[in-house]
């Protein structure tokens, strides 16, 4: 918007350092308004803060550089990152109900399990009746959990902790992200977010100038799914072996059919980008529709 008013890259940074709230972000624009004054370019300058501006932002500025048309492409990251923090927000939301709901429900039955059944175990042998099995069986559960709280703790914390140190890793992650978009039900949630991923990020980078070959690598490498980024390393190559994209996308399995039609037609008219924007319209609208009926089946 700055920009867009004609005030210069170095008083925009400088306007926007004042209404920084986020001690990161603060300390990265400081840096870049620097490195600017330094000479660098600001592309350049972005790129020496990796952990704030990723491959996504450096290319498109550089695109914005040489063409002259920063104020668009900024409009457009702009735009891009409204989307993608609006839909990680609804993704959040639709997970974050039965998460607490779990957690609830296994709270409440540890509560029973250690307090409220050994109440009624003390009771019924002073009645000295014969007890149904089911009941002998929760009796049974408590006195196991009870005498052993301390251990289930141990373990389960030290499972915690291996299985985090093992997503950490690249096999981990990429066996981690294969069971997140098979899970059932939450599996399609995740699917739709990569579709939503590739198709946003790769139509705003065509639409900028960005060349698809650069582009795929971009989406790839910044791709929340490390299931979908392979899938499309697998792409990129298609692409330089003078094949089509849809082919890989169709073959991966992960990809709905309707946007790897799109693609395809996307690539056989040339209006590819176009194309994208569509097909991204398309998965966010049922994106939003299947969040909206995860949560009215999930309150029952």
């Not at 849809?246 to 690539?267: T, W």
């Not at 319209?281 to 009215?296: C, H, M, P, Q």
């Amino acid at each position: 918007t700055l920009l867009g008013a004609g005030i210069p890259l170095l008083r925009t940074l400088t306007i926007l350092s004042a209404q920084i709230i986020s001690k990161p972000l603060y300390y990265a624009n400081e840096m870049v308004i620097r490195d600017i004054e330094a000479g660098l370019s600001f592309r350049d300058a972005l790129a020496k803060q990796p952990r704030i501006f990723n491959k996504l932002w450096i290319n498109l500025v550089e695109t914005g550089e040489v063409s002259g048309q920063m104020p668009t492409i900024m409009g457009r990251l702009a735009d891009y990152l409204e989307a993608e923090g609006e839909l990680r927000t609804k993704v959040i939301s639709a997970l974050t109900y039965p998460i607490i709901l779990v957690v609830a429900v296994i709270g409440v039955i540890l509560f029973l399990l250690l307090f409220l059944v050994p109440v009624f175990d003390k009771i019924y042998k002073e009645l000295k009746i014969e007890l149904p099995f089911v009941t002998r069986m929760v009796i049974a559960m408590s006195n196991l959990v009870k005498d052993n709280l301390f251990l289930f703790l141990v373990v389960g914390f030290v499972s915690y902790i291996a299985l985090y140190m093992y997503i950490r890793t690249k096999q981990g992650r990429y066996v981690y992200d294969t069971m997140k978009i098979q899970a059932p039900v939450f599996g399609a949630l995740f699917r739709m977010q990569m579709e939503n991923e590739f198709t946003s990020g790769l139509s705003i980078l065509i639409r900028s100038g960005v060349p698809i070959l650069q582009a795929i690598d971009i989406i790839s490498k910044s791709s929340s799914n490390v299931v979908a980024g392979r899938v499309l390393v697998d792409v990129r190559e298609s692409i330089r072996e003078g094949r089509p994209i849809a082919v890989p996308l169709q073959q991966a399995g992960i990809y709905s059919h309707i946007v790897v039609q799109m693609v395809a037609v996307g690539e056989e008219t040339g209006e590819l980008a176009s194309l994208l924007e569509r097909a991204y319209t398309f998965t966010k609208l049922r994106l939003d529709n299947y969040v909206s009926r995860l949560a009215t089946l999930i309150e029952p």
